[in-house]
């Protein structure tokens, strides 16, 4: 069974910071799917960015980034420039794709942007 | 981006009643929905799939018989927690995936909160 595992409960930024959050994974297969969903006080769902294992290239969209290092099984996003609707929960995922579109998700990082 | 709406937002029942909740797909049709259940400052977890036409996968523990989801057309499912008590108060949340591969993009509900008395 696959698991994801984020080992920060809650961050700090200040606005207009960077910050980093992590996960990691664990899994016996070689493709597959992971995923930052972002959750809002309002606690609607929105997907931030996504990777897929098969591309080495590293995701980015807009002011959001990750590192992927497949053989070390992480995948941490990166925040520039923080802004004040960044705050959220921010949620790992992963799925193995194919017809299986079961995601995992890890415990959740509250993040909090600081004015 | 595609919407997935759920009825209703927030509902508030007595003990031993049961709760239907709607999950619909508005602008793509969805073979597969999936239900989650979440407590206050925790992750998502799942609860079952949804099929359409045919019977939901439950995951492990989650009781078949209190929770039965009906997955009656491509744009709709529905979860009905029969014989509710306090403890299934809770925020619940439906998913469905857009398209045919497998990693497309979820989209999620905006949510039920579900308070039993």
């Known amino acids: 069974a696959q698991t994801v595992t984020q080992s920060q409960p809650e961050m700090s930024v200040q606005e207009a910071e960077t910050v980093t959050l992590s996960c990691t994974y664990d899994t016996s297969e070689n493709n597959y799917y992971l995923f930052w969903y972002k959750q809002p006080p309002s606690r609607q769902m929105i997907l931030v960015i996504r990777q897929e294992a098969y591309k080495q290239q590293n995701a980015t969209e807009n002011r959001f980034s990750v590192n992927f290092q497949k053989a070390a099984k992480s995948f941490s996003l990166k925040i520039s420039d923080s802004q004040l609707g960044d705050t959220a929960m921010y949620f790992c995922a992963f799925n193995m794709g194919g017809s299986n579109y079961k995601l995992t998700f890890g415990k959740g990082t509250l993040l909090t942007v600081n004015p | 981006g595609a919407v997935v709406s759920q009825h209703p937002s927030w509902v508030i029942c007595k003990s031993g009643t049961s709760v239907k909740i709607e999950c619909r797909s508005l602008?793509?049709?969805?073979?597969?929905m999936f239900w989650y259940r979440q407590f206050p400052k925790q992750s998502l977890m799942l609860m079952a799939t949804s099929n359409e036409g045919s019977k939901a996968t439950y995951e492990q523990g989650v009781e078949k018989d209190k929770f039965l989801i009906n997955h009656a057309s491509l744009t709709l499912s529905t979860l009905t927690v029969t014989s509710a008590h306090p403890e299934d108060s809770s925020f619940y949340i439906c998913?469905?995936?857009?398209?045919?591969?497998?990693?497309?993009?979820?989209?999620f509900g905006p949510g039920t909160r579900l308070t039993v008395l």
């Open positions: 998913s469905a995936p857009r398209g045919g591969v497998g990693w497309d993009e979820q989209f």
């Open positions: 602008d793509f049709q969805a073979t597969t």
